[in-house]
């Protein structure tokens, strides 16, 4: 009758606290990547790391 | 005669009496005593007719009961698009024949909800849990992203972190010379001592010192020898290769240490300070800091 994810997660609040714990986790170092690789590349050209070769062989 | 009486409505009552009993004006809610006479005194409220007075003989049908609120002020607003129900609110206090009012709220008065609800509630009820937890995963992460910020903002910078150690060439300080350089606003002495400066470093009996420290404690290669030069007494700078002990002599108030930095005779309390540092580029460089 209830469904398989009711039943595992959220049946128990010993498994339901953990669970929200790690998803919080997970979800801030996915949310950290997604909005960094979007700004790198909105910046794409204009950051340190992308020019840095030009200058670094330059001098050596 | 055949009495039927489908429906009796007795409005909500304003406060409840301590021993349960619903308070309601002009409304009597008393057991009938000794209704029977066989000991229990309970029984059916005398307000409302029992079901034997039912087989009643006549042709009369009471299908609607409507009994006012007991407020003072009646006030109630709801809104509703049943027929019936706004035309039984014009029947103030009486008694009303619908016939439809049956048919649509049923025998117990209670609108018919059944288009409205779920079909599946564990559905419902997996969305349910899963709202709250996804509402806290969120709150946990933006918690946790807040105060790492707070942290990090709290943190050195990088401009104060590349101050904050300095690089000295080892090769260019030749065998029993002093290199004194400046590190976060402090002096810095640097030796490069020889094998016979190691040999009376080691001499020493620790247990004799006012600051009991064994040479290998000071240095991490013993014929490099890094101390902060500040002395320990007042904070004045030693001069090196100077004093009774072949060391440093403090000039302020006459601190004598030794070629280990330890404090050997004056009001000076502990031995040099020694900084945190590190040999790096197959010992090439000294990195301080």
Redesign the interface.
């Known amino acids: 009758?209830?469904?398989p994810?009711?039943s595992t997660?959220?049946k128990r609040n010993s498994v339901?606290v953990p669970?929200?714990?790690l998803?919080?986790?997970s979800?801030?170092i996915g949310?950290d990547m997604v909005t960094s690789a979007w700004w790198d590349s909105h910046n794409r050209g204009k950051q340190w790391k992308d020019i840095r070769s030009k200058y670094i062989e330059q001098e050596e | 005669m055949s009495l039927s009486i489908t429906r009796i409505n007795v409005l909500p009552s304003t406060r409840t009496l301590a021993s349960g009993v619903p308070f309601a004006n002009k409304i009597n809610h008393s057991l009938p005593p000794q209704a029977h006479g066989h000991g229990h005194s309970a029984g059916p409220r005398t307000d409302s007719p029992p079901t034997w007075a039912q087989k009643l003989s006549g042709s009369v049908s009471v299908l609607h009961v409507n009994t006012l609120p007991n407020t003072l002020v009646f006030s109630r607003s709801f809104s509703t698009s049943s027929r019936s129900s706004a035309q039984s609110g014009s029947a103030v206090g009486g008694i009303s024949h619908h016939a439809t009012t049956s048919q649509r709220h049923g025998p117990t008065g209670v609108p018919d909800f059944t288009p409205y609800r779920a079909s599946d509630t564990?559905?419902n009820?997996?969305l349910s849990?899963?709202m709250v937890?996804?509402l806290?995963?969120?709150?946990?992460?933006a918690a946790?992203?807040t105060v790492s910020d707070v942290l990090s903002n709290m943190a050195a910078s990088a401009d104060v972190l590349a101050l904050a150690k300095i690089e000295v060439e080892l090769g260019a300080i030749p065998e029993g010379k002093n290199l004194i350089v400046k590190w976060r606003g402090k002096p810095v002495f640097i030796r490069h001592r020889t094998s016979d400066e190691i040999d009376e470093a080691n001499a020493v009996d620790v247990k004799t010192l006012r600051d009991p420290q064994t040479d290998d404690d000071r240095v991490k290669k013993p014929e490099w020898l890094v101390m902060l030069g500040v002395c320990t007494h007042l904070g004045c700078v030693p001069i090196g290769e100077a004093g009774d002990y072949g060391g440093w002599f403090c000039p302020c108030h006459g601190s004598h240490y030794d070629i280990s930095g330890r404090i050997r005779r004056g009001p000076a309390p502990l031995n040099l300070e020694i900084p945190e540092y590190d040999f790096v580029e197959d010992d090439a460089k000294l990195l301080i800091g």
Do not use: D, E
């Open positions: 009758m209830a469904s994810i009711y997660i959220f339901f669970t929200v714990f998803a919080a986790f979800f801030s949310f | 564990s559905s009820r997996t849990y899963f937890g996804a806290g995963a969120l709150g946990a992460s946790k992203s």
